[in-house]
């Protein structure tokens, strides 16, 4: 995570996390824009999403993985690294999983019951 020569932080891989926490902040906040309107657009739009989502987490860990492979003197940095980024990996899947919840059976009621207390 660190350079060596500088003891700075690698910014290839800081970038590799950010773009990992922009993707799961996008699909949180299709998830909050869809709980608090009661409109599922922003659910289709966060399950269209979710394959390029995977992919680029999937990209980054198994960069992380070839770095490991190849230099295993930053191992220790490199799984901190790989624990943080499956964390992202499963928010994601989490959000991926809730959505599909949500399109499948609570908004249907939430729409029946919303359409006859009117």
């Given at each position: 995570?660190?350079?060596?020569?500088?003891?700075?932080?690698?910014?290839?891989?800081?970038?590799?996390?950010?773009?990992?926490?922009?993707?799961?902040?996008?699909?949180?906040?299709?998830?909050?824009?869809?709980?608090?309107?009661?409109?599922?657009?922003?659910?289709?739009?966060?399950?269209?999403?979710?394959?390029?989502?995977?992919?680029?987490?999937?990209?980054?860990?198994?960069?992380?993985?070839?770095?490991?492979?190849?230099?295993?003197?930053?191992?220790?940095?490199?799984?901190?690294?790989?624990?943080?980024?499956?964390?992202?990996?499963?928010?994601?899947?989490?959000?991926?999983?809730?959505?599909?919840?949500?399109?499948?059976?609570?908004?249907?009621g939430w729409?029946?019951?919303?359409?006859?207390?009117?």
């Amino acid at each position: 995570m660190f350079d060596p020569r500088t003891s700075d932080p690698n910014r290839k891989i800081l970038a590799e996390l950010i773009n990992m926490g922009c993707l799961v902040r996008f699909m949180l906040c299709q998830m909050v824009t869809s709980l608090q309107n009661h409109n599922t657009r922003p659910l289709y739009a966060l399950l269209a999403s979710e394959p390029a989502c995977e992919a680029a987490l999937q990209a980054g860990i198994t960069h992380q993985l070839t770095v490991v492979v190849h230099d295993t003197r930053n191992m220790k940095s490199t799984l901190a690294l790989l624990i943080m980024m499956k964390g992202l990996e499963q928010c994601s899947e989490r959000c991926k999983n809730l959505a599909e919840y949500l399109v499948c059976g609570v908004y249907a009621g939430w729409c029946r019951d919303s359409a006859g207390k009117r």
